[in-house]
């Protein structure tokens, strides 16, 4: 007989296990995308920092060619990190990036949750290779975009039967609180999810306005 055990999985992620890589969301690689509106881009792109600078978590920010073509970051990560302190690529594959690896070296998570465009190409590449070196990766696909729906498609699809494990934006925040009656970082998720989540942060002013109302009762 198998017996329950209050207890959380073992694959479900936690503020201080795992470095956030957030790799090319600049202006030049934004133009020309397709698989997801860019306004919508956007704004899960800034729900992922918020959560990251909110929660504390380990990040690493990475851009290509930002000088000679990429351009800079959105301003909606410019918002909650250094752009100066961003490392600046030649390669492709951020994880042929000898300052890359090495920041991912001195934060030391073996847990990595990757962000960027494109999928197919700046994602692809860095999720395979940290996989290939025996890393957990997780891949934040509604911060993430390509050029057509195809490509973001397949290439979310290569990684999952790689071993990538999907998640959206809004999941890896509540996924970070997980329990509503942890008070110190209950303002700041509901306050995110207000801003950030459609319907959901709508819900939430809602509930406020009209009658106090709050989640989980707290």
Known sequence: MTVAKVAAASRLLCPDDHTLILIDHQSQMAFPLRSIDVGALRNNVSLLARTAVGFS?????????????????FPEISAEFDEAAAIDRTTMNAWEDEQVIAAVNAIGKSRLVVAGLWTSVCIVGPVLSALEQGFDVYVISDACGD???????????????AGAEPMTSLQYLLELQRDWARGVTYALTT????????????????????????????
């Open 57 to 73: 978590v380990a990040t690493i920010v990475t851009t290509v060619a930002s000088k000679s073509f990429s351009g800079p970051l």
């Open 191 to 218: 306050g995110i999810a207000r801003d950030k989540a459609g319907g959901y942060g709508i819900g939430i002013q809602y509930a406020k306005a009209m009658f106090d109302g709050q989640e989980g009762g707290h």
């Open 147 to 161: 050029v057509s729906d195809e490509a973001h498609e397949r290439a979310m699809q290569r990684m999952i039967q």
